[in-house]
């Protein structure tokens, strides 16, 4: 087998990534007992991440943390992929308990979604660190999947829609996780002024807009909305309903 040539970078053990996160790895027989342990390291990162953003984060960084140099960490962490997959396992922590919410699959599952809505709020970097692409996954973010498929197994749903619910409900979670991460009050405010101003003159080739902004659609903190729903809350009642009629169809 050729060796890796030079300029090019040596593929990924992902096994070695699974092992870490699992607590799987190969502990030392030899040598003094470790100072430190991939979790502590990884709640060092998220504390840092939560304060300064994922960008903010690097072995330097961590590392000064706990007054030890960054080659340290190594003995512990191979690199920076691995350090932010242990963030997301650290940050998510334990899915919610939910017996307290009855044995229906509605409440169940909307409990679920606020908690998960509480993580991103707590945690905007997940949105970056968590990319849709499939990535090594710890057993904090395996038992999520898993309660939110356990919730929707009694409606008689396929596997196949039960996870394609589950990926909406985490999809309305993330966009307005986006949201908040993006949401600038200055620049919303010059927004909201310069549309107002546009649709003043334009009033009649937008009706439907115009009236809608009237009507407080843009109103902060969804204080137009009809119902008095937050966009969270709104979103995925929606969602829930949509659902509640795939169960209700007959076949389905």
């Known amino acids: 087998m050729a060796g890796t040539r030079a300029g090019e970078k040596k593929a990924r053990d992902l096994r070695a990534g699974v092992a870490l996160l699992w607590g799987e790895q190969d502990q030392p027989t030899r040598g003094p007992k470790p100072s430190l342990t991939p979790h502590r390291i990884a709640e060092a990162a998220v504390e840092l991440a939560d304060a300064e953003g994922l960008d903010a984060v690097s072995m330097n960084k961590v590392a000064a943390a706990f007054g030890v140099s960054a080659m340290a960490l190594y003995r512990y962490v191979p690199g920076k992929t691995e350090l932010v997959e242990l963030m997301v396992e ?13 044995s229906e699959w509605r409440p169940r599952l909307t409990a679920w979604a606020r908690s998960c809505w509480e993580v991103y709020r707590g945690h ?15 057993p904090h973010q395996l038992a999520w999947l898993d309660a939110a498929l356990g919730i929707l197994e009694p409606t008689g749903l396929t ?26 009050e200055e620049h919303e405010r010059q927004w909201l002024a310069l549309t107002g101003e546009l649709l003043v003159r334009q009033a009649d080739r937008f009706p439907a807009l115009t009236r809608a902004v009237d009507a407080g659609v ?9 119902d ?22 007959p076949g389905s």
């Open 124 to 138: 905007p970097w997940l949105l970056a660190a968590t990319a849709m692409r499939r990535q090594v996954m710890g």
């Open 228 to 249: 008095g729903d937050d966009p969270f809350e709104f979103g995925l009642s929606r969602i829930l309903d949509g659902v509640q009629a795939l169960i209700d169809r």
């Open 159 to 184: 596997a196949p829609q039960r996870h394609q619910i589950f990926l909406l409900v985490m999809g309305h979670v993330r966009s307005l996780a986006q949201q908040l991460a993006d949401f600038d």
């Open 90 to 102: 650290a940050a998510v922590k334990d899915a919610p308990a939910l017996a307290a919410e009855g």
């Open 218 to 226: 843009f109103a902060p903190d969804g204080e137009g909305a009809a």
